[in-house]
């Protein structure tokens, strides 16, 4: 099928597919993200459309690959997944599943906002063999002056339970900043000990189908387990902030850098809405 197919003889073919169309949000996923700060949205994209635009994320990502080591040589972070950003930058087809209107009105109705702006994709394809992704808040690297970030994280593939799906600590998200700094060996033990002696309970929606979505707010501290299948775990994030955000604290060298690379390198203060932040969805 030509529409669907991403690839006829290896010739990238651009799907008929849209994914524009309202999706309706049950008040159970509004209320378990506002209250846990994550939830699960299951069948947000079919089958069909999963098909149809995955042979172009994973080319993509595959393109966009930076460490090429074999994974015994790569640190722990290293380890977790193959990590390919702004996809939708390179490729027209994977440019519209990361613009998709239907994603973005659901990450804004689960924050309460009225528009959302992008951050940026990321793909994260779990190896056969890779290793965990340590405990880690996102909004330690995001210089974004509001909670109101989410991330939309959507297997292309299902993800039976024992593929590394991501485990949420429940409530974590109302601490903001819990000082465990950066993802890695360090933030893992510390969050370990974190979650212990505070008692936080943690979730997993494993197993899921390709085409549910997580969501998760970016103080939601998170992880996810080993990928010990043979098999790839491919998932596709986008992550989402509020329009009318302004750049926050640039006080370490993440958010440095990630205003440079991710906010056309405005500066504190001023609104989040570089060349690469477009409105993606608004009421
Ligand atoms: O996919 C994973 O293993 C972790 C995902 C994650 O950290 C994120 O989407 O923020």
């Known amino acids: 099928m030509a ?10 073919v651009l799907s008929n597919t849209t994914l524009d169309d309202a999706f309706r949000l049950s ?9 846990k700060g994550h939830t699960v949205v299951r069948n947000l994209a079919t089958q069909a459309e999963v098909d149809a635009y995955s042979p172009a994320i994973a080319d993509a990502t595959f393109r966009m690959r930076g460490d090429e080591r074999p994974l015994a040589e790569r640190d722990t972070y290293g380890k977790a997944f193959i990590q390919s950003m702004n996809l939708w930058t390179i490729d027209e087809q994977v440019r519209r599943f990361v613009f998709a209107r239907r994603f973005a009105r659901v990450a804004a109705e689960l924050m309460g906002v009225t528009g959302v702006r992008l951050y940026h994709d ?37 993800v039976p339970t024992d593929v590394g799906s991501v485990v949420f600590v429940s409530g974590s998200h109302t601490s903001d ?8 060996d360090r933030s893992e033990q510390y969050f ?5 002696r505070r008692g936080f309970e943690s979730q997993s929606y494993a197993p899921m189908r390709a085409g549910d979505a997580t969501f998760h ?7 996810a387990p080993a990928n010990e299948t043979s098999t790839m775990r491919r998932v596709m994030t986008i992550i989402y902030y509020a329009d009318g955000t302004r750049v926050g604290a640039l006080d370490n060298p993440m958010r440095e850098n990630d205003a440079r690379q991710w906010l056309g390198s405005r500066r504190t203060g001023e609104v989040a809405d570089g060349p690469l932040n477009p409105l993606l969805w608004s009421a």
């Open 3 to 12: 529409d669907n197919a991403g690839t006829i003889a290896g010739v990238s």
């Open 27 to 35: 008040e159970q996923s509004i209320s378990d993200y506002r209250g």
């Open 122 to 158: 990321q793909a994260l394809f779990k190896e056969p063999g890779g290793g965990i992704t340590p405990w880690h808040q996102d909004q330690v690297y995001w210089p974004l002056d509001t909670k109101n970030t989410i991330t939309m994280w959507m297997p292309l593939v299902d």
């Open 192 to 196: 370990d000990e974190l979650i212990s």
């Open 217 to 223: 707010s970016g103080w939601t501290l998170h992880g």
């Open 177 to 184: 900043d819990l000082g465990g700094a950066e993802i890695g």
